[in-house]
């Protein structure tokens, strides 16, 4: 694996006001990589799914600590990785899978993972039942210049 | 953060700003009364002040087309950015209809 250029870490708690303030931290932190405006709403809105899904989801009956880690490599990718200690999921293909929500009543659209895949290069999900969630977003800037 | 105008049975919501889970739930506070009190024909979604939406932008259109049907009305989203419509492209919203 390759050395990371740049790296930061965030925690911060399970309140719906840090969503903007998650994808706002992570604009700043990719700022000078130079992305395109579709790179940088990609990425924003990517991390926007991953945190309110620790927000509404992981921690849904109680309130805890989100983590967010980046890193940033030479060749221009970025890796994000969004961490909760909340309920897990006990079926990730099924929660993964286009439309699926366990909160349908509270105008959940069930895309927040459809959107994390379509908009970044690479989707990893780790989860527990009663642990917690990771998701680790990948997505090289720089990729689809000239376009 | 929400506007309206109500004009020949046509209700316009002007929504301004960032649409995530946060602010939906007030947009959609706002929204909904003024539908309710209106009974509008249509109800128009204005997206041109929207500088960033998240899937919560889909929940809040697809409760707000619930919301009229009950209200023997419809739906219409309009003025959104080629940025917001490569989300609304992965909703389905499109065959519906709703999108102008
Ligand atoms: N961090 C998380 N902790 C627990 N469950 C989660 C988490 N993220 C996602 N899920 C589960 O996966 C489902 C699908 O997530 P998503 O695609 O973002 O849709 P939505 O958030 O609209 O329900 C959620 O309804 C929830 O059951
Ligand atoms: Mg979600």
Redesign the interface.
């Known amino acids: 694996m390759k050395q990371a250029v740049n790296e930061m870490k965030l925690r911060f708690p399970s309140k719906?006001?840090n969503?903007?303030f998650a994808?706002g931290a992570v604009s700043a932190f990719i700022m000078h990589l130079d992305p395109t405006?579709?790179e940088l709403?990609d990425l924003?809105?990517a991390v926007?799914?991953a945190v309110?899904n620790c927000?509404?989801h992981g921690y849904r009956r109680q309130s805890g600590m989100i983590f967010l880690d980046g890193k940033i490599f030479d060749d221009g990718r970025v890796l994000l990785k969004i961490r909760d200690k909340g309920c897990g999921i006990e079926d990730v293909a099924q929660a993964m899978q286009?439309l699926f929500t366990t909160a349908a009543d509270?105008?959940?659209?069930g895309?927040?993972f459809?959107?994390m895949q379509?908009f970044c290069d690479k989707v990893r999900v780790k989860s527990a039942p009663g642990k917690g969630t990771t998701v680790t977003l990948e997505k090289r800037l720089g990729a689809d210049d000239g376009a | 953060m929400v506007e309206t105008d109500y004009t020949n049975h046509i209700l316009t919501a002007y929504i301004r700003g960032?649409i995530?889970?946060?602010s939906?739930?007030r947009i959609?506070v706002e929204v909904d009364g003024a539908a309710q009190s209106l009974r509008p024909r249509l109800l128009r979604l204005d997206f041109g002040g929207v500088s960033?939406?998240?899937?919560?932008g889909?929940?809040?259109v697809?409760?707000r087309c619930r919301q009229m049907q009950l209200l023997g009305g419809t739906v219409r989203v309009v003025n959104y950015s080629d940025?917001l419509r490569?989300?609304f492209v992965?909703?389905g919203l499109e065959g519906l209809g709703v999108l102008a």
């Open positions: 719906s006001c969503e903007a994808r405006v579709n709403s924003k809105t926007s799914e309110t927000i509404v286009p509270e105008e959940r659209a895309l927040g459809a959107v379509s | 960032e995530d889970h946060d939906a739930a959609r960033f939406m998240d899937s919560s889909i929940g809040l697809m409760g940025n490569r989300i992965l909703s």
